[in-house]
């Protein structure tokens, strides 16, 4: 055994059963590589100027909002498991735990750090704590997501600190203990917050009153997006949970979660899902009857352009909806593990369609009645940049799931070991 | 009793020259375009769009309309959104201010914005040697990175209002504060005037009945209103006429 792979053997918990250091390293390239290009992209986006993208006046937002949405929504596993878990009391997900807090710190601080690449003068980032407009959903999204990050590195340093090596310094030992006194309160102070930015995030569009596509009336001061984009949060975040377990399942080649976690995890996206697509139809019905027609727009100056005709909305409703719900909820189709996974993806395919046309489709439609119907494509900086994220994401996930106790099945030594 | 500055722009006087947008670039130090710039990327606080009816031949008609920051009066689109208040409505005057040295450049007003009337700084400001003399000494100019619009040439007020400082008044004199697309219209399309005064011409104007504002319908109450007698533009600009017909851009 080479010098190297026996460092690494030391930092893996003993009796873990795990991939040779070799391997290990092998996987890791190609991400790495990733990560690198991504890095070198937002390092132009900082040197140049954000004239490296193929974002424009009138295209202000493009796919990093885009897809920044869309990470945070599926991100939500984080906040909404540990809600289940230590306010709810559904200990059987506690075997996913571990998982869904480092999905969640991995897609929110990836969404940020591109976040810092998408604003003009990310140097001025305290500016919006230092003169907040209270008025702003951009303001209520960036405190709760600092704060809400900030939970999650606390949430993360007690599966941290639990490698092996880590472990062997006392005061760490006593730190771990001692946050899983705490660890309820950061999921009570998580789930609070993380309610609030992601119903925020909807807002961000579902305010713009010049945006009549995406426009919405609501209750008090949020529109009904803040709410929609909250259910839909929640739905898609045990579901994004269980692709990325099986996706470790299936790498690894081992069990690592009992069937009735993902079963348990599928009636729940399933359950809130449904609730979703009645209430998004309600709230489609309504825009299109009485918001719309109130600030002149109809239903042709939304879907007469393609490719965002009507298919996008069925699509969205339907087969990226309805669908999945079903196949969650039904005993028989959920009783599959295969078929409980492609609901799971088509669930995971239904926000992202989502955060698309609430994010694209708005930017591209005319909003003058003498405006052309705009296209953008992002440019390499800007796909290699979130394939930086992507990367970071896999790799901090497979570092966590090598060194740290993921999952009860492959903890090893960590099993046994208990201050009490 | 504070003044809302407002435009009228009658249409069937534009030939659609330019003359405005050269005026407020050069007045508000606009850089030259960068040499990827396009009109989509470019900073033009004064745009001027090219209508047609849409039809060919001797029915053809064409117009030409300048669209720059409506200064909305009520639920102002991009002052709302702003997370660090660098967009303000000037209760004095009723111009919508925008302060470069505050923003983040997040851009959320301009996807706010439903006039396409905010501009980002994609690129450094620079100028050919030489041209730098020409630049206006009473604007700054603005740094790469962040959002831009129309604000009525508001070095234009300031000098007014010192004017009438030194003058001993409290308020300016109108004559005293004309914004560089008015004054530079060869064809005096554009009239400037307080709003709030209904004995000021630009007021009348507004209250005709060939006058009209763009997206009414969504309720921000833009100040900036246009005139025309042709039919044609009117049904145009009424969203609920139809569908959309081209435009283009000078």
Known sequence: MSETALIDRRWIARDAERASTARFLLWLFPWVCLLLLGIYAAGLCFYYGLNQTNMDNRFAFGMWIFLDLSIIAMGAGAFFTGFLVYILKQTDLKPVLNTAVVVGLTCYSGAVAVLMVDVGQPLRAWFTFWYPNTHSMLTEVTFCISCYLLVLILEYIPVLVQNRQLRRVPSFLVFEHQAHKLVPVLAGVGAFLSFFHQGSLGGLYGVLRGRPFAYRQGFAIWPSTFFLFILSAIAVGPSFLMLVVAAAEKITGQTLVDFRVYRKLGFISGVLLAIYVAAKAIDTYVWLNVTSPRLGFGPWDYYSYWPFSSTFLFAATVPLGLLPAILFIVPRTARHRGLLLLAAALTCCGVLLNRFVMTVQTLALPTLPFDPFLKYIPSWQEVATFGGVLAYGVIVYSLSYRYLPMFEATKGEAKNVSLD | ?250
């Not at chain 2, 009816?53 to 102002?76: L, S, W, Y």
């Not at chain 2, 923003?103 to 006039?115: F, H, I, V």
């Not at chain 2, 010192?162 to 009239?191: F, H, M, R, S």
């Not at chain 2, 007698?229 to 851009?249: C, V």
């Open chain 2, 1 to 250: 009793m504070s003044a809302r500055y407002g435009m009228v722009i009658d249409l069937d006087r534009c030939t659609g020259c330019g003359a405005c947008m050269i005026a407020c670039a050069s007045e508000n130090n606009v850089p030259p375009a960068a040499p990827r710039a396009t009109w989509r990327t470019g900073i033009t606080p004064m745009l001027v769009h090219t209508l047609s009816n849409g039809k060919e031949g001797v029915d053809r008609r064409e117009a030409f309309i300048p669209i720059a920051c409506m200064q909305c009066e009520h639920e102002t689109p991009c002052v709302s959104v702003c997370p660090q208040q660098a967009v303000e409505l000037d209760k004095s005057t009723g111009i919508v201010m925008q302060m470069p040295q505050r923003c983040l450049g997040c851009r959320y007003c301009m996807t706010a914005c439903p006039y396409h009337a905010r501009y980002f700084n994609w690129w450094d400001p620079q100028w050919p040697p030489g041209m730098e003399h020409s630049l206006n000494p009473g604007v700054s100019v603005r740094m790469r990175g962040v959002v831009e619009k129309c604000n009525m040439c508001h070095a234009r007020y300031h000098d007014a209002l010192q004017k009438a400082a030194a003058a001993g008044k409290k308020k300016i004199d109108l004559a005293d504060y004309v914004p560089a697309c008015v004054e530079a219209c060869p064809t005096g399309a554009i009239a400037f005037g307080n709003l709030a005064d209904p004995n000021d011409p630009v007021t009348m104007a507004a209250k005709s009945p060939d006058a009209f504002r763009l997206l009414e319908s969504i309720g921000t109450e833009p100040k900036i209103h246009y005139k025309t007698t042709q039919a044609w533009i009117r049904a145009l600009a009424d969203r609920n006429s139809g569908r959309p017909t081209e435009a283009q851009h000078v």
